[in-house]
T-cell receptor, first 112, second 114 residues
């Protein structure tokens, strides 16, 4: 199975709060897990990515936590801001399969 | 700034029409992709190409074809548009095979078939 399951579908967070988006995958051959951020009227843009030999990666307010044994990974947005309001997609990729499999997306709204 | 440009932001076409969606990238990327985006379904791969004149089917190729005559240009063709092809279409390119280094997406074409 190649699915990447993403939750929640939508998320409302107060300004300054922590936004958490979760993803689970089935294909243990995935060797790259990117997150994309999409603003209305724009295409998705690569936000942050992690490889399965790393348990955590942090870039500014964005952190990916990766649990290889549970086949789960999550995006944490610390000190969430209204400008973070967007749709977020997790994905899995494996070199041999030549495919990037995307999750269904999470619409985040940060209230001012 | 690197760019993937999709020729139309919005298109309205009639059922049965042949539809061309154009995409151009200026990054000299070998790999180009066409996705469609539907609410609750995420991004689904239609076709991709890793070289000029090369094409590979993605997960949902039925009703679509593609053309890549030049490295920078990748066209998606709806041979006979149907209402279930109403969607947002996203073009992307990448330097490495299938997104290993991350995709650069265009802004999308919202197609409505009536």
């Amino acid at each position: 199975q190649q699915q990447v399951k993403q939750s929640p579908q939508s998320l409302i967070v107060q300004k300054g709060g922590i936004s958490i988006i979760n993803c689970a995958y089935e294909n243990t051959a995935f060797d790259y897990f990117p997150w994309y951020q999409q603003f209305p009227g724009k295409g998705p843009a690569l936000l942050i990515a992690i490889r399965p030999d790393v348990s955590e990666k942090k870039e500014g307010r964005f952190t990916i936590s990766f649990n290889k044994s549970a086949k789960q990974f999550s995006l944490h947005i610390m000190d969430s801001q209204p400008g973070d309001s967007a749709t977020y997609f997790c994905a899995g990729y494996y070199t041999g399969g030549f495919k990037t499999i995307f999750g269904a997306g999470t619409r985040l709204f940060v209230k001012a | 700034d690197v760019k993937v440009t999709q020729s139309s932001r919005y298109l309205v076409k009639r059922t049965g029409e042949k539809v061309f969606l154009e995409c151009v990238q200026d990054m000299d990327h070998e790999n180009m992709f066409w996705y469609r985006q539907d609410p609750g379904l995420g991004l689904r791969l239609i076709y991709f190409s890793y070289d000029v004149k090369m094409k590979e089917k993605g997960d949902i190729p039925e009703g679509y074809s593609v053309s890549r005559e030049k490295k920078e240009r990748f066209s998606l063709i709806l041979e006979s548009a149907s209402t279930n092809q109403t969607s947002m279409y996203l073009c992307a390119s990448s330097l490495y095979a299938q997104g290993a280094a991350g995709y650069t997406f265009g802004s999308g074409t919202r197609l409505t078939v009536v």
